[in-house]
């Protein structure tokens, strides 16, 4: 099953890769200044969330997630909280992926940042640091804001926005839910496949696609070793 799914989501990736090269940049990046280049997609089992950062608003945290992406640490993880009109939260690494952690991946997960506050509001596709009491105790998860939330603007550090994917976001707020003291949780597991991540300015999309194949085949590889092991 996990090579399949690989399988699909590398005939996936490449093509929207394809679309990257022959379209150029998005609606959003052409809109948004604080928009930088890079791109990341999260490949759930309801879509594609793609989304860009804000290199010049939260630099500390665009480095952190970016670094975690990097690492692979969102693949097989969730997203565990969908309140319609509000939020979609990504859980935490540590404790939300299926698959193990390697060593470098749970260092990394488990380090804080300081938080990036600023003056960029939250409305609907905005990313948005989690954290707890601490301002300065953000990890790995983060949220999809799924509406205009003026009372997080200066409290929680935005650090950049989706690009694509709102038709996605949507679907996740139709899907059934419970609440669990504060939060109100999907029903199903809202899986996040896979991901990975390319850059709307490279000058050769070849280039591009070949560096994605080889990501794709080693994230493929690392759920297919968890699951020989697991099953064995």
Sequence with gaps: MAVT????????ALLAVAAVCADGASTFYSSDPNLGSARVVFQTNYGDIEFGFFPHVAPKTVEHIFKLVRLGCYNTNHIFRVDKGFVAQVAAVVGGRTAPMNAVQKREAEKTIVGEFSSVKHVRGILSMGRHSDPDS??????????????????????GRVTKGDDTLRKLERLPTRREGIFVMPIERIDILSTYYYDIDIESCEAEKSILRRRLSESASEVERWRRKCFA
């Design 5 to 12: 799914l690989g399988h699909a989501a590398a005939a996936v």
């Design 138 to 159: 953000g990890g790995s998860s983060f949220s999809f804001l799924l509406g205009d939330a003026p009372h997080l603007d200066g409290q929680y550090a935005v650090f």
